[in-house]
Each structure stands twice: as structure tokens, then as C-alpha cells.
């Protein structure tokens, strides 16, 4: 343990330096050789758009420049994509630099903060770097839920409460209609924060409409899923204009670099693609499933890019799956809190990635019960 | 002006939206077409390392992957570079990223900060943003006071002191024994932020040697100026175990976009092109000084990649300058506190750039003069 440096202020003093997850460079540099199947961290395994590889190369050259600060050109074209005003989106270093803002935006030492235990531990990394007090309510039948959220923020009197749609690490999603009265059931003085990256996944069901001036919701989207950007630290939030303005007195102005300026731009008018990765994302969902099913394991229904597997015993028998598939170069993760650790997480990737899953999983397992 | 949202801290909602910079985009987006010089953001007009596009194009098909979580081989690389523990060094999204980062670290509200009179607004909007105290000293001789800057922070309990050496935007430096006397009076519970940005284009006399266990100063580096990488967003910090450590408890894990920590890799190892950058900004400098004194203005000696120009009036005269370069497409900017807004400020670029320049400045400064 490093001695704390006197001059950092109290709250900084007393965080822990734990990072949210662990890295998968690290993991993969610890193993010694490279991954046989990189399907831990919900990244798209089919890779980027050609037309995003493409603008990259052009684009390259004139990397000596900053970024464009207001992401001009990005912006207009979601501002077109989702038919709302640019005023409506700021976009930022991925989702999770926009919640460090948006933490920073509305927390301070003692404001209380609503999520679930065992969602996103990026979102309660920045609540606990910023003072905030987490005030965490357990999912029901493995979903995030609504109700208690919502009660929850009202007995606490929460500035920010935290959802996502469809969820992460379960897979699972709500309808739309489910969200929409989560919204209208907002209190007075909180803020709900709508995590949507997986939200290119999910069934027409589940898909809000957007209503650009409703200052109770905050909606974050990302490159990093199904445009397969994740390397490039592209995301955007959606909200009404005070909330998504006050993002420019604090973030940094030339922060979002080029050649992710450039790709996300390509990559979203790259609709070709983009529909291939849904269609490739639910084949190897159906795939997954079908390997945990050989496997005697239950797989839950996903509206993501993984598949959740139930494998019907505690978060000790999930670590040491993860352990030994990890032996085979299979890297995955699992949900943290029980009960959810009760399930692994698997992520879509391409044949190669689940063959080596598939030919892994059956001694993984084997040596999992056994020690 | 837009209504403060309710839920915004009071800090955020007592702020500006005034974002450090004109940005360079929508300078030329107002302009209606391309600049013929981009010469005022002090970037690297001789482009990037071929190493770097080289490597960018290599890894470009992994952007599906996040970026290493640790910047472990850019870390090692420059560990190497330096000569220093790996430990000593922390990776951050440009120096803009890094400073917003050690505000965070160690200011409060009303915790008081010293910085000089018209220098880099980028750190004072971090200051600000984070509700320190800022109390300035002005430039003595066009320099950077370290004794000033010692003796405000002595009076005022800082706890940060910010120089850059080499000075931007003025251009000149301080020789190391300054800074090292400097070093030697931070005042107990301060810290000296050290802003090399501009270091690689300095002479031997300004090489401050690098004292890693220090804990008086942290050095900031970035690889947007010599290695020509802006649009990539990557610097690093130098300093004692306790404040580099303490970054890991705020930073965005996976904040390092993939193909900067690439670039910047091999742009280090790329000795040959930076030997080239140093040299062709020497010789830009040499000739934006002559094409100042063409026009009877007086360029101040440099130790950066760009050239400060005493215009021999006020900073009314250097604003009509700036503006009326800008109708012929030259993009440059100037100090934006008297006394030192007397100059404009030119960057190094490639001969066409310089070429512009040169054709515009005299018609330019008639008009200026005129109007």
C-alpha cells in the first residue's frame, strides 16, 4: 500500500484504487500467450465497420491536429439519426467518461445515489470518486428493478438514479412501457440516468422513443457495442438541453480524439454492417446457449451482445470456471454479487471465439466442481 | 443563456460554459472553407511519424478491443526512454486530461492554486472547475516568475503552483538551475506542476534531469507537439509514487483510446522523425522571425514550435491582426492578457503554411492598422 500523498484532499484520501474490472491486456499478459477467445468484456468480436477502418486511414494523416472540441460533424449526424436537435447530445469519451461528468455535474460529498447492487461498477466507481453515497436496492428475479429503484430514491431523496436497458450483466431487458412509467415516476430533484449500450440489441419492444425536452432522463449510447468501436472512446448522451449543456463548464474541450470522431461517423452511416453485427450478435447468442445447454448449463434469454449462463451453484463454482477457462486462453467475466454470481457472462464473438469456448467449456467445468 | 438545471452542484451552477479556446474547427467552419495555414494551435504542421500512421493502420482492425487498461507497453516504453520506474509514470488522455485529473486529486472549493497572469487556460478552467481559489502574478520581462510564483504561494497556503518551461504562450524558458531553485522553495503542502509540453524543443541548458522520488513537482509530457499526435490525446505525468498512484483512483480505466497508445509507441521509437520535427520547426521559427521583421515586427526568441510576435501596440491592434489574417484562411492566436496581447502568436508549419502567411501578413497588418 502506497503511502497517501499529503496533499490530496480528504475524499481522495480515503478512495481505494481499485479500478472497476480487471484489465483484459492484463489478464491476457498474466496467461502468458495470447487469448484463444477474447469474450469477456462484451466488446464486438466481429469487428469494426470497413468503412470505419477506412475513414480511420484517410483521416490518419491529419492526426497532428486536435479533434474537432464540439465533435461538429458526429453530432449533426446523430442529431439527423435520431431526428432531435444537436442541442439534445454531447458526446464524450464512451459512456463511461459521460457518467464521470455527469457524476461530477450533479454529486457532491454526501448526495445520495440509487442503483442496483451488482450493476455497473464503472457508474459506482465515479458516485464513490466524487463523494457521492450509493444507496443500492437488489434485483428481482435477476432483473434491475423499476419500482424499487424509484422507492428507493424517494425515501433517500436521490439526485441520480442509475438503470440499464437491456441490463448488464444479466442480459435481460424491460419493454419500453415499463421504462416510460420508471419516468414518469421520477421524484422531483433526481435525475434517472438511462444506460442504453446494449440498446442496438434489444427487441423493438424495448425501445423508447425519444423525447429530447423530458429533463427527468438522461440517455447514454455508445460505439463501443454494436459498432464495434470500443478501442476508440466514442459515447453520447441524450437529454434536454440545461443537463446536456452544462457538460461544456466542465468537460474537456478537446477531449474526444479524431480518428474516433472519424470512425463513429463512418461506422453510423455504415447501416450494411450494422445489420450484419445484429444478425452475427443473435447467431452466436443462439450458439452460446447451445453450448451451455450441451454443457447441462441454463442460459438466460439476452437482449445483448452476451449470453448470461446460470451455473446453478454459487459466485465460488462461477470464479473458478472463469479460473479455468482462463487456463485455456478463454477469457470471460461473471456478474459480482449473488445472487447473480451464481451465473458467468459470455460474450458474442466470431466462430473461432466460440469454437475455442466450446472445445474449453466441458473440462473447464469438470475441474471447476472438482476443486 | 440557458437555464441551470436544479440538480446541478452549486459549484457547477455558479460556472461559465467558457470553453479555454476558440476551437480550431469552427474557426474554419465559420470561414466557409480550409484554412491555407493552420499555424495557431501550436501542432505539429510537419505531421506525424510514418511509424506512427504505420502502426495506426496495424491495430486499427483490433479497435473492437478496449485499449490496454494500463497502457502497459507505452508505460514501459517510456520508462525505458527515461530511464526511470514504471511507477513514476501516468498515461492520461493528454496533458488537458492529466491536469483535470491532479485538480481533482488535490483541490477543493476554495483550496488556492497559483498560476501566472494570461497562462495556459486550460489548468484555470480546471481550477476553476473544481472550485479552487486561483490567485495569479503577472509576467516579469515576458517570463514566468518562479520567485513570484514561490512567494504567492507562500502567502496564499497553495497547494498547487503551475509553470511551463518552456513558457507558452510566449515562447521563452527558464534554464534548469531556475527551475531547480524553484523546486527547492515549493513551500510545504504544495505541489509544482511542471509543464514540459513544449520541453522537446528546448535547448540543453532547460533540461531539467529527471529526480523521480521528488515530491515537490510533477512533470507533465506530452506527445502532441514533437510527435505530432494532438488528434490522438496522449501525455503522461512524472513524479513521486504517491500522487502518480493516486491518479488510479479517479481516472477512466480504459480512458486511453487503442490506436493513440499505438501511435505514440512507435512515434517514441521513431527517434529519426523526431530528430526531422526538431530540426524543421528550428528552421520554421528561423523564418517566421524573418518574415516578422519584414513587416517591422519584432519575433521573440523561442524554445517551442511556434514563434511569438510583438506587434508594438496593444492587444486591440494584435486582435485586428488575428481577424484579418483569418479572411485570407490563416489560422493563428494570440496571449489573451495584457501586457503580453501586445504579440501574436504564429505556430510552425510546413512551408505552404508559411508560405501563406507570408503572402497575407502585409495586407493584414495595413488593414489592422487602418481599421
Not at 460533424?73 to 439519426?81: I, Q, S, T, V
Amino acid at each position: 500500500m502506497t503511502q497517501n500523498d499529503p496533499r490530496l484532499t480528504p475524499l481522495i484520501a480515503a478512495l481505494p484504487s481499485t479500478m472497476p474490472f480487471n484489465c483484459p491486456d492484463d489478464v491476457e499478459r498474466a496467461l502468458g500467450r495470447p487469448f484463444a477467445a477474447r469474450i469477456g468484456a462484451n466488446e464486438c468480436g466481429f469487428g469494426p465497420s470497413p468503412k470505419a477502418l477506412e475513414a480511420i486511414s484517410k483521416a490518419a494523416p491529419e492526426i497532428w491536429k486536435y479533434g474537432d472540441g464540439d465533435c461538429h460533424d458526429l453530432r449533426m449526424a446523430l442529431a439527423a439519426h435520431h431526428d432531435i436537435a444537436p442541442e439534445h447530445i454531447m458526446i464524450g469519451e464512451g459512456i463511461d467518461g459521460l457518467l464521470g461528468q455527469l457524476v461530477r455535474l450533479t454529486v457532491n460529498e454526501g448526495t445520495p445515489v440509487v442503483t442496483s447492487r451488482g450493476s455497473y461498477p464503472t457508474f459506482d466507481y465515479h458516485v464513490k470518486g466524487y463523494g457521492g453515497v450509493l444507496h443500492e436496492v437488489p434485483y428481482t428475479g435477476d432483473h434491475e428493478d423499476p419500482e424499487r429503484l424509484i422507492a428507493k430514491a424517494r425515501s433517500t431523496g436521490a439526485r441520480l438514479i442509475y438503470i440499464s436497458n437491456p441490463n448488464n450483466p444479466m442480459g435481460n431487458w424491460h419493454d419500453a412501457d415499463v421504462i416510460a412509467r420508471m419516468i414518469s415516476e421520477v421524484p422531483e430533484g433526481a435525475l434517472l440516468i438511462l444506460d442504453e449500450a446494449y440498446s442496438d440489441f434489444a427487441p423493438a419492444s424495448a425501445t423508447l422513443p425519444i423525447v429530447p425536452d423530458d429533463p427527468r432522463v438522461i440517455r447514454m449510447r455508445t460505439f463501443s457495442k454494436a459498432y464495434g468501436l470500443a478501442g476508440q472512446r466514442v459515447g453520447y448522451a441524450i437529454g434536454a438541453v440545461p443537463i446536456i449543456s452544462a457538460f461544456d463548464r466542465i468537460r474537456n474541450q478537446f477531449g474526444v480524439n479524431m480518428l474516433g470522431q472519424v470512425a463513429a461517423l463512418a461506422a453510423l452511416h455504415d447501416r450494411d454492417w450494422y445489420t450484419n453485427i445484429l444478425q452475427w450478435t443473435s447467431e452466436a447468442r443462439v450458439r452460446i446457449a447451445s453450448i451451455a445447454e450441451a454443457n447441462g448449463l441454463r442460459p438466460l434469454t439476452s437482449a445483448t451482445n452476451f449470453v448470461t449462463i446460470d451455473c446453478g451453484a454459487d459466485g465460488e463454482l462461477s470464479k473458478r470456471i472463469v479460473a479455468e477457462l482462463g487456463k485455456h486462453a478463454i477469457f470471460i467475466r461473471m456478474p459480482f454479487q449473488p445472487p447473480q454470481n451464481r451465473c458467468i457472462r459470455v460474450s458474442t464473438g466470431n466462430a473461432e471465439a466460440l469454437d475455442a469456448f466450446e472445445a474449453a467449456l466441458p473440462a473447464a467445468l469438470e475441474r471447476a466442481r472438482k476443486s
